[in-house]
């Protein structure tokens, strides 16, 4: 009997990325179904809304019937079990994510042992795009146009569109 691949790809995505994007496409073949759960981290204020959130990246995969989106709070081991998620994936930029990272992936891997977390590395030209300076820069009136998907540009740049 197999079981379904069924992998929650976890992140604030404050605002969702090319970066973030890349890892997804790239992992989809991968699994059999693909969640991304906007998690509520107490660490982090988010500048945009989780609704937006959600609708951004519903909107992005709107064709695919393989991803799913969805909110969570609390830990995202027990979001997992709660979806039915054997893998976890996490996008890696630089070692300091990895060290960041495996120490979670091993704490998580304690609480629950049947549940695998996969790291990929961003493509190279996505390795400085991070939520957290595209939120720096649109905040202080940059232009962040090239490093998110359309989505988002349509709603935070509703009169000026896309750089295309």
């Given at each position: ?89 996490r ?50 009136g940059?232009?962040?146009r ?19």
């Amino acid at each position: 009997m197999s079981t379904q691949r069924i992998c929650l790809f976890p992140g604030t995505f404050d605002p969702i990325t090319l970066g973030h994007v890349d890892i997804i496409e790239r992992s989809l073949d991968l699994f059999d179904k693909f969640i991304i759960g906007i998690g509520h981290n107490a660490k982090k204020t988010p500048l945009f809304s989780p609704e937006d959130r959600l609708q951004w990246i519903s909107d992005l995969f709107k064709d695919n019937p393989k991803v799913e989106t969805i909110l969570y709070e609390g830990l995202t081991i027990d979001c997992c079990k709660k979806v039915g998620a054997n893998f976890i994936l996490r996008g890696i930029r630089y070692v300091s994510d990895f060290e960041y990272e495996k120490s979670i992936a091993d704490m998580n891997k304690s609480i629950e042992p049947s549940i695998e977390t996969f790291f990929l590395t961003c493509s190279p030209e996505f390795s400085s795009v991070a939520s957290t300076l595209i939120r720096d820069v649109y905040v202080n009136g940059g232009d962040v146009r090239k490093y998110l998907p359309e989505p988002v540009i349509k709603s935070l740049y509703p009169f000026e569109g896309s750089l295309k």
